[in-house]
């Protein structure tokens, strides 16, 4: 998702209409959270967030295409970190849009972390992963103290989008080359600027896929899961992806 197009899901198109939001404020809407508990103690925190659009008051739903991609990298963390002590939950927005000046995916990240914190019954070190709409979201939230890295996937970042609220975590982005919807290129430029307070900054192009995640799915769970895995102490690194975090940010092929 970028300013000039929606997620790409059908449904998520279809909420954009000149630039003009769809829909209507509804204060009774809420956001929520289905968290997945390890069994034993829950030690540590993934929250996985969807994408969305640029504007929309649409209802967003848990069986929209943007949620439903997102469930395979809940189950490839819950698989891979039950003995660490993993809990994972997905985050479900209340709106379909990111919707500036309200900026509602935040402030439902936001609400998830309490959430999350509520049901554990205390604090824990967390790890975001969001696509898209969700990948600026995690940048925004990241300021959160129990957050010690995030996971952005073809992540929507604006040219001025902030980067201060990474200040001493860990950042991974990965972006296919043929994502038409959001831009590998500002995601590299976005690196480069997060490596000024981040603690580490890893940036990765993904050859021969696109917005979707659809082509070469299996690498995009992979690295994703082993770093959010790394970061929050559930795993070591996975050595393939511990080197290509040494390159740190790479130029990126647009």
Known sequence: MNPRTADDEPSARRTVAGGAVV??????????????????????????LPGGAENSLLTARPWSPAAVRMRPFVDRLRREGAAGGLAVGLVGYRYVGWNAPHEHPVAD???????????????????????SMGGRTVMR????????????????????????????????????????????RLSYRFAVQAQQVAARVCCI??????????????????????????????????????????????????
């Open 109 to 131: 990240a936001r609400w998830a972390l309490d959430e999350a914190r509520r049901l554990v019954g205390r604090a824990m070190p967390t790890v975001l992963v969001g696509h």
């Open 205 to 254: 192009e993904l050859h021969g896929t696109g917005h979707a995640m659809l082509r070469r799915a299996r690498d995009w769970h992979r690295l994703a899961a082993g770093f959010a895995l790394a970061t929050v102490g559930a795993a070591p690194l996975p050595a393939g992806l511990a080197e290509a975090c040494a390159a740190g940010t790479v130029p990126v092929s647009r």
């Open 141 to 184: 939230v990241a300021d959160d103290p129990d957050v010690r890295g995030v996971v952005a996937l073809a992540p929507w970042l604006p040219r001025d989008e902030p980067v201060g609220a990474l200040a001493g975590r860990d950042v991974l982005i990965l972006h296919g080359d043929r994502d038409r919807t959001t831009s590998p």
């Open 23 to 48: 829909g209507s404020l509804s204060p009774e809407r809420q956001p929520g959270l289905r968290l997945h508990r390890p069994e034993g103690d829950v030690r540590a925190l993934a929250l996985v």
